[in-house]
């Protein structure tokens, strides 16, 4: 076969079908790192420290594999025992005479290693580790954890946990869990992935979305990943199950960026909506998520940004979460953002209104032939619109409701339509969900309702829970997931490929160079210093030298032209308008004698250590439109670019975007679009507008630059970039490159713009 891993055939018989199960190793055709079947689809199974108890782990895992009608092989492991309930009970997993697919382990966390060690030497294809006692627990915890991780390695052994409830995979029925969650007594299929590092979290909202009639292909409490992460198994979930058709996550910390980017593209690229509760967005939060988990937080802004960037959904509510879910769930694609609004409560249209146009849908008129229609439907006093208001006419007059439900639904001025249902009660609100149901017809639009009555209306919810209308009681989250839903179809319309960019195409670098230039560097690079970096990477930089003395100033003023603008150049002062080492518009001789001598005075001032090369003598831009363009090294992520206004107002304002490198061009022209500021890039007031398409290169070059030297440079402040009219181009004025490792007191203040 070919295979790294000895392949084991067994033949399971199981009533009305033929199942084999394989040790599979890579014989599939892909990655390793990618078959993930044996542990999510196992054929054959052994519980690891298995109890008569049915209050204890081993007893829960026994109790809800049978209870859900597990089809495979299963074999029990404790030495107590010869069989439990018929079930044969061996001495240690060495002794199974068939080959296992997974090994649930439920004994204490000082016998996991040996357990883990024996399953490896006995071919075992995965495991899931259920005891805590590991990362979450300190260093002793992580060393612990450490080595099942090489363990892992070392003999292919995938490996869900430890510190963690389990899985299930609710297709093939297959109750890998402790969860209590199992009690219930059916398990509702449907095409949600769902992926938890909190378990009991997790389990939680599991019961809520089956309660809800919520389908789902699978549950994975991943737990402290000693192996095998969140990003794994999105990528299992995207590539190789058909079942899955939307994932959704609670996720506390990313232990690989890089990885969730790359899983996060896959299943962008296969249309698999990516749904995220990233819990520990406060600074109290992150510290609790460390914790729990041992995972690193990193900022909310950059997480925001990386959301952004790669098309996932975030949501902030577990409500929302599965909500969310649910409605992409349908498989209903909007064709665009209007909304059309059928309601019994005009004030209840009235609401949905509101919540759609301050998101940025809009609430369009029926077209004419809908109006002149629906116009017979209704009272006199009534008036076809959007929202439609059917009144109480429709309770005398229940089909009514079903001919104008077809009729929004039919409607070309909606891609979705909205229902509100006030209060009906028993019977009447199982007839209005059926009638709602029935008037949908062949339509593919998304048919979303909001149902604002309460336990009366039980029927008619119960009839809607699970069918292709998506049930909301809350008209926040109903508008907030119909918004999800049309932003991530905009979202492929203009998506690009992430590697376009200009960074191959439009000129070459040498890296070396760029090597040699940082290794010149202090702790940073002064302002010359960077300049020449950036010009390295094709980006205009100011006309300017460095004097050591006054007459050479003179001399290289002349030769720029007056005016001028004298810096200090130093390694020890980074910014220099705090040290009053700067002057701009300096027009005579005169001046500048007068101006050299006092900025170099002022950075001795400043600094009594402070090293000075001399004096840079620059040429004076006297128009344009200052924005900032910067690189802050993310924990998870690496290099991110931000992009805000110039000078004091991105600091003061806040008004910045964020992208992770690498960026796209569609990357770095929404970067541009989505600050506030924009507007005064647009032209204002009869002001030209500003060279948009200039900018967009630079945030493109400084992206290739970051990721040249992403090993060596942990920041980059081009404050401010001069941008000129439209087709003029753009200039950087000033510019900070600081080496990785080096925080300094000047810089510090910098990271505060790359998290909330």
């Known amino acids: 076969m070919g295979c790294a891993r000895q392949f084991i055939e067994l033949k399971l018989n199981v009533p009305g079908m033929s199942m084999v199960a394989t040790n599979k190793g890579t014989c599939k055709g892909f990655p390793m790192a990618d078959d993930l079947s044996q542990l999510l689809d196992p054929q054959s199974v052994a519980i690891i420290g298995v109890s008569e108890n049915p209050t204890r782990i081993g007893g829960r895992l026994f109790k809800y594999l049978t209870k859900h009608g597990y089809k495979g092989h299963l074999a029990l492991v404790n030495p107590k025992y010869q069989e439990l309930n018929g079930v044969a009970c061996y001495p240690s997993v060495s002794d199974i005479p068939v080959q296992i697919d997974c090994a649930l382990i439920a004994v204490p966390e000082k016998f996991v290693l040996s357990v883990l060690s024996e399953c490896a030497d006995s071919h075992v294809g995965s495991a899931v580790i259920f005891s805590s006692g590991f990362a979450e627990m300190g260093s002793d915890g992580k060393e612990a954890q450490n080595k099942i991780k090489k363990l892992a390695r070392a003999q292919n052994l995938r490996i869900c946990g430890p510190n963690c409830i389990g899985l299930i995979n609710f297709s093939s029925h297959t109750a890998l869990s402790f969860s209590q969650l199992l009690e219930i007594d059916t398990l509702i299929p449907g095409n949600i992935g769902f992926i938890s590092q909190s378990g009991a979290l997790g389990g939680s909202l599991v019961n809520r979305a089956q309660d809800k009639s919520i389908g789902l292909s699978y549950f994975i409490s991943s737990g402290n990943e000693a192996d095998l992460d969140v990003s794994d198994y999105i990528k299992y979930l995207v590539l190789h199950d058909q079942n899955t058709k939307v994932i959704a996550a609670v996720i506390e910390g990313f232990r690989d960026g890089a990885k969730f980017i790359e899983a996060a593209e896959l299943a962008l690229m296969h249309q698999k909506p990516l749904i995220v509760l990233k819990i520990g967005e406060t600074e109290v939060g992150q510290k609790a998520a460390a914790s729990h988990t041992g995972s690193m937080t990193g900022s909310d802004a950059v997480i925001d940004a990386v959301f952004n ?85 429709i309770f005398s007059d229940p089909d009514m409701f079903k001919r104008c439900m077809k ?27 059926s009638m709602l149901l029935e008037s949908i017809g062949e339509s593919t639009k998304p048919i979303v309702s909001w149902w604002a009555a309460g336990s009366l209306s039980e029927p008619g919810i119960q009839l809607l829970n699970g ?21 991530y179809y905009q979202f492929l319309k203009t998506h690009s490929d992430p590697a376009q960019s200009v960074t191959d195409t439009d000129y070459s ?68 308008s705090d040290a009053g080492a700067i002057r701009l518009g300096v027009n005579t001789q005169e001046e500048l004698i007068r101006f050299y001598d006092e900025i170099i005075a002022n950075a001795e001032t400043y600094n009594p250590n402070v090293r000075i090369n001399g004096v840079l003598v620059q040429e004076m831009i006297r128009d344009g439109t200052e924005v900032m363009i910067g690189m802050s090294q993310d924990p998870q992520f690496g290099p991110t670019i ?64 970051a990721q040249d030297c992403k090993d060596t440079i942990t920041e980059i402040d081009v404050n401010p970039l001069i941008v000129f009219d439209e087709g003029r181009g753009v200039k950087a004025a000033d510019a900070l490159v600081v080496l990785k490792g080096i925080i300094t007191p000047d810089n510090a203040h910098k990271k505060e713009l790359f998290s909330k």
């Open 309 to 393: 960037q790669k098309g996932v959904i975030r949501v902030h509510n577990y409500d929302e979460l599965f909500q969310t879910a649910s409605l992409f769930s349908k498989g209903r694609i909007p064709q665009g953002g209007k909304v059309g609004i059928l309601t019994s409560t005009g004030g209840g249209g009235i609401i949905m209104a509101d919540y759609y146009t301050k998101l940025g849908l809009t609430v369009p008129e029926p077209s004419l032939e809908t109006q002149d229609l629906a116009s017979k439907e209704i009272a006199a006093f009534g008036k076809v619109a959007n929202p439609f208001d059917l009144t109480g006419q």
């Open 407 to 433: 009729l929004f639904v039919e409607d070309d001025n909606f891609d979705i339509v909205q229902v509100n249902v006030s209060m009906v009660a028993g019977q009447s609100s199982e007839q209005r969900a």
């Open 467 to 487: 069918s292709k209308v998506a049930l909301f009681r809350s008209p926040e989250r109903c508008a907030a997931a119909v918004k999800s839903l049309v932003k």
């Open 509 to 576: 670098i040498s890296a070396q160079k760029a090597g040699d230039l940082v290794a010149t560097g202090d702790k940073s690079l002064n302002e010359h210093q960077s300049k020449a970096l950036l010009d390295l990477y094709g980006i205009p930089v100011t006309r300017e030298q460095v004097a050591e003395s006054p007459r050479e100033a003179i001399r290289l003023a002349e030769e720029i032209g007056f005016p001028v603008v004298l810096k200090v150049d130093s390694p020890d002062i980074l910014h220099k």
């Open 642 to 705: 931000a992009f805000g206004l110039g000078g004091i107002f991105v600091e003061v304002l806040k008004d910045i975007s964020l992208r992770v490198a690498p960026l796209s061009i569609s990357d770095a022209e929404q970067m541009v679009k989505e600050i506030k500021g924009y507007q005064i890039l647009q032209g204002v007031r009869g002001k030209k507008p500003s060279d948009v398409k200039a900018i967009v290169d630079v945030l493109l070059r400084i992206s290739r630059l």
